[in-house]
């Protein structure tokens, strides 16, 4: 159950604050926590977020996010893949902006 709790106070604290100085509050007692239960599955998530915090609490200055960046990138590199490389680079580019543009 604890760790249930774990993942919910992350999930929390992502949906209900609104400032920065709170979120880095918050993320500084979640990440207390982490390292007090010991479990070993969210070190690297609590890792993850020492190394990275202020990108993250960038999230916080209008509540968005890079996901239709990720998603964009993911969609080139499933659309390069099916043609196993490319040669032409300048062809690539034109039938990349013709379908996903």
């Known amino acids: 159950m604890r760790k249930y709790n774990l993942v919910q106070g992350l999930r929390n604290i992502f949906n209900t604050t609104t400032s920065i100085q709170t979120a880095y509050t918050k993320q500084a007692h979640w990440y207390k926590d982490v390292e007090q239960t010991g479990f ?3 070190n ?4 993850t977020i020492t190394l990275n915090y202020r990108s993250i ?3 916080f200055i209008n509540r968005s996010t890079n ?3 990720e ?3 993911a969609k080139i590199k499933a659309f390069r893949s099916q043609f196993r490389g490319v040669k032409n680079t300048e062809f690539f580019l034109f039938r990349l902006t013709q379908i996903y543009a």
């Open 44 to 47: 690297t998530i609590a890792n």
């Open 71 to 73: 998603s964009f990138n």
């Open 67 to 69: 996901a239709s960046a």
């Open 57 to 59: 609490l960038n999230y």
């Open 40 to 42: 070993r599955a969210f």
